[in-house]
């Protein structure tokens, strides 16, 4: 199992170690256009091989894209991150470019590649390479909903003190910071609803608080997050590699679910060898209803800027 991650920076790196930690693909290919840059992190990378008792290969390519053929999957996390009071959005017309360009270089080394696009405003440069290379819809993934999924997990645990692994609970809907819709109906902790646990409004807190989990993380890193970023893309990664069958919420292109079609959007999939191979429909209530339906005409709006 070959895998490429595009960018070498803070998201890509940190991908590229969980990936290597989880021990199950026999090579990775880091690309950055920064002369030496992939270089060096994979040979910091490597250098933790014997120390962490991993065995994939990691590799570095200043924008070299033979060294990427063949891959199996490949991740599109290059692209500038936002600063504290930024939008996802206002990142649009320097990531669009670069996200195009890379899809095209990667698709011609790797004919079958499964792509996952990280570089944000995700859910529209999700759409973007489904215009710019006309791949079938479960080979394009977009990672926001697993992140975001986490990050509402740990929000419902510090509600509840309790710790995460007790916590399930989705994120869906658009990557953004209004967009957001964490199903506080579906949140349970060992099957027992959360709000048996916490009041109507320390839920809506904990979804208020996930809703704007990236924008605190950048207002207190000086850019955005990199360590949840990374494993939930190792997550999606691992689930495709190994034909795990795992339901995750992605973002996908929509023909119809949901209400929506001809957008990306973040809905839960089953994802296995062939990437998405199923889109889950749940019963949203009215409420639910309404907010995706708005999230979805603020993508639409972003969408028409490309
Ligand atoms: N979808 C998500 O949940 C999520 C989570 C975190 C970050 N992000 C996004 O991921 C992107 C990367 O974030 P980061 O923190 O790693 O940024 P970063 O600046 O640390 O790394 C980005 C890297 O991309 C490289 N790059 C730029 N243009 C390139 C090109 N044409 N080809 C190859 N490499 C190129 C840069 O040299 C840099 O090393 C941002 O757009 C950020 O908003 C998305
Ligand atoms: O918040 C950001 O800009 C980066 C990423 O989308 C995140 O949610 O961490």
């Known amino acids: ?114 792509i996952i696009v990280v570089s ?44 995460a692994s007790d916590v399930k609970g989705m994120v869906i809907a658009a990557h953004s910071d209004k967009g957001m819709l964490p199903l506080t109906r579906l949140a349970v902790r060992n099957g027992v609803p959360a709000s048996k646990f916490i009041s109507e409004d320390r839920l809506n807190q904990v979804a208020e608080d996930t809703k704007v989990g990236g924008a605190t993380l950048t207002g207190l890193l000086g850019t955005s997050a990199w360590y949840a970023p990374g494993a939930a893309v190792s997550t999606i990664v691992q689930a495709i590699a190994c034909d795990q069958k795992k339901m995750i919420p992605c973002s996908t292109m929509l023909s119809g679910q949901y209400g929506e079609s001809d957008i990306c959007m973040g809905v839960p999939v089953i994802l296995g060898r062939n990437g998405i191979e199923k889109i889950v429909e749940i019963d949203l209530n009215e409420a639910e209803k309404a907010k995706f339906a708005e999230s979805a005409e603020a993508v639409r709006k972003v969408n028409a800027t490309l």
């Open 1 to 114: 199992m070959k895998v490429t991650v595009v960018g070498a920076g803070a998201v890509g790196a940190s991908c590229a170690e969980y990936i290597a930690m989880k021990n199950f693909a026999s090579e990775v290919v880091l690309v950055d256009i920064k002369e030496g840059y992939a270089e060096g992190k994979a040979m910091d990378l490597m250098q933790c091989a014997s120390l962490n008792g991993f065995d994939t290969k990691i590799t570095g390519s200043t924008s070299d894209y033979s060294k990427t053929a063949g891959s199996d999957i490949a991740v599109i996390t290059s692209g500038i991150p936002r600063k504290p009071g930024m939008t996802r959005e206002e990142l649009i017309g320097i990531n669009a470019g670069i996200v195009k360009s890379v899809s095209e270089s990667l698709l011609k080394e790797s004919p079958n590649v499964i």
């Open 120 to 163: 944000n405003p995700m859910d529209t440069m999700t759409y973007l390479v489904h215009k710019t290379t006309g791949l079938p819809m479960n080979r394009i993934i977009g990672m926001g909903g697993a992140l975001d999924s986490a990050r509402f997990r740990y929000r419902l645990s510090e509600a509840m003190d309790c710790p």
